[in-house]
Nanobody, 126 residues
Framework: HVQLVESGGGSVQAGGSLRLSCVAS????????VGWLRQAPEKEREGVAA???????SYADSVKGRFTISQDNAKNTVYLQMNSLKPEDTAMYYC?????????????????????WGQGTQVTVS
């Protein structure tokens, strides 16, 4: 079993930046997929970014060029650097992991099927 703990959310002005962190209780080992997802009130959950064990990344069109997902395997941590934030980025952000890596890791279409989930961290942009 893997536990994920998220941090780094908060309130920022439009155009500002935040870095979210997701720390796993143990190594996810090879073949894992880690994603960041978000959900705003009365909105559908959407995939934001994902990274696999080879460091290959994917991004939603709405955040491409502004957000960067990265990992520090020595710290069992995945980050989401968010720059040029917009009010429409306001949401609860979750990290999630699936191991072994599923075929859908890079698609960002599967938003409920990850094996492990963090508790969520709120991001508010005004």
């Amino acid at each position: 079993h893997v536990q994920l703990v998220e941090s780094g959310g908060g309130s920022v002005q439009a155009g500002g930046s935040l870095r979210l962190s997701c720390v796993a209780s143990r190594s996810l080992y090879s073949g894992a997929c880690v994603g960041w997802l978000r959900q705003a009130p009365e909105k559908e959950r959407e995939g934001v970014a994902a990274i696999d064990n080879y460091g290959r990344t994917s991004y939603a069109d709405s955040v491409k060029g502004r957000f960067t997902i990265s990992q520090d395997n020595a710290k069992n941590t995945v980050y989401l650097q968010m720059n040029s934030l917009k009010p429409e980025d306001t949401a609860m952000y979750y990290c999630a992991a699936e191991t072994p890596a599923p075929y859908w890791c890079s698609s960002l279409e599967e938003v409920y099927e990850y094996n492990y989930w963090g508790q969520g961290t709120q991001v508010t942009v005004s």
